[in-house]
């Protein structure tokens, strides 16, 4: 069966630290990759994806991400963290042509200003 | 371009009631997704709806059961409703092309059983 692993379950840093969050998924086919994030009070928003290419992806807000398929790992970077970027992460896997999307169970994201 | 939206916000019901869930999806998407997301965890998938059928479900009983009208917009119903349903419920809309399974989630409805 399908499963997402990410094993930080919360970080905290300050603000201009720079943030590595891990995901790990097992499965052998060829998939798609996402990380989401829920901002306070706010509805799950795509950050960034890859469905094949460039394996490191860029998203919104200054994050990236890079798939390493030997690893079966897509984690999350941010060079220098802002106050605005606490939330929740969710890394999400899907196999390509499938219809839904697997969820790891987040991490949560506390930046100090 | 409207987004996904979902009605009610929050829902308080007690065990053994019934409720439905109602989800207004993007703009020109055709496919809806429906998401349980429990306290402290990631969103588990339900089901989907394409073109008004039931296209995958995911480990979840008969009780919990979809519809998807010709506008697109899908309503989850659950039945004989048990205090582990309370949870956010998520519906997410996508417009599948080659493949790529892009979702775009709505606020999700908050559900407490009492």
């Known amino acids: 069966a399908q499963s997402v692993s990410q094993h930080n379950h919360h970080v905290i840093l300050s603000e201009a630290a720079s943030l590595e969050l891990g995901c790990n998924y097992s499965?052998?086919?060829?998939?798609?990759l996402f990380w989401y994030v829920q901002y306070p009070g706010q509805h799950l928003q795509l950050l960034l994806k890859y469905f094949s290419g460039d394996p490191l992806v860029k998203g919104i807000k200054g994050f990236e991400a890079e798939f390493i398929k030997s690893k079966f790992s897509f984690n999350l970077r941010k060079p220098s963290v802002q106050w605005s970027d606490t939330a929740e992460y969710f890394c999400?896997?899907?196999?390509?042509?499938?219809?839904?999307?697997?969820f790891g169970t987040g991490t949560r994201l506390t930046v100090i200003p | 371009e409207t987004g996904v939206t979902q009605s009610p916000t929050h829902l308080i019901k007690t065990r053994g009631q019934q409720v439905t869930l109602r989800c207004s999806s993007q703009s020109g998407h055709n496919t809806v997704s429906w998401y349980q997301q429990a306290l402290g965890q990631g969103p588990q998938f339900i089901f989907q709806?394409?073109?008004?059928?039931?296209?995958g479900r995911g480990n979840f009983p008969p009780r919990f059961s979809g519809l998807q009208f010709p506008n697109y917009s899908s309503e989850l119903n659950v039945n004989a409703l048990e205090l582990d349903d309370s949870a956010l419920y998520l519906c997410?809309?996508?417009?599948?092309?080659?493949?790529?399974?892009?979702?775009?989630f709505g606020p999700g409805t908050r559900l407490t059983v009492l």
């Open positions: 999400a896997v899907s196999q390509t042509g499938a219809n839904n999307l697997f």
């Open positions: 997410a809309s996508s417009l599948p092309t080659r493949g790529y399974n892009e979702q775009f």
């Open positions: 709806y394409y073109r008004e059928e039931e296209n």
């Open positions: 499965y052998g086919g060829t998939v798609n």
